[in-house]
């Protein structure tokens, strides 16, 4: 009997694990309160869609503004630079 228990539950284990989200169970939606609401896991999977769809590289992937080569010309210097503050300004707004 104990096995039988086992074995169940290991299968319904084995089930939930197919899940990408387990919270909705890959519909996207949860129920509060008796209304359907977009699920936390929607926004990621349509950012990755979207991801996915755009053709960048996994070689694109790995440049950071560390290991960017902007001593080619002043202008790159320049982009560099306005890049580099909108994003410390833009984490400073968003952490605030």
Do not use: G, H
Not at 23 to 47: F, G, H, N, Q
Not at 69 to 80: E, G
């Amino acid at each position: 009997m104990q096995n039988r228990v086992k074995s169940n539950l290991e299968e319904q284990e084995n089930f939930i694990a197919k899940y990408d989200c387990n919270k909705c169970r890959d519909t996207t939606y949860i129920l509060v309160d008796d209304e359907a609401v977009p699920c936390s896991c929607k926004e990621v999977r349509r950012a990755k869609k979207i991801l996915a769809e755009s053709s960048i590289s996994e070689e694109l992937f790995k440049k950071t503004f560390d290991n960017f080569d902007y001593s080619r010309n002043v202008q790159t210097i320049d982009s560099y630079t306005v890049a580099r503050n909108y994003v410390k300004d833009f984490d400073k707004i968003r952490n605030s």
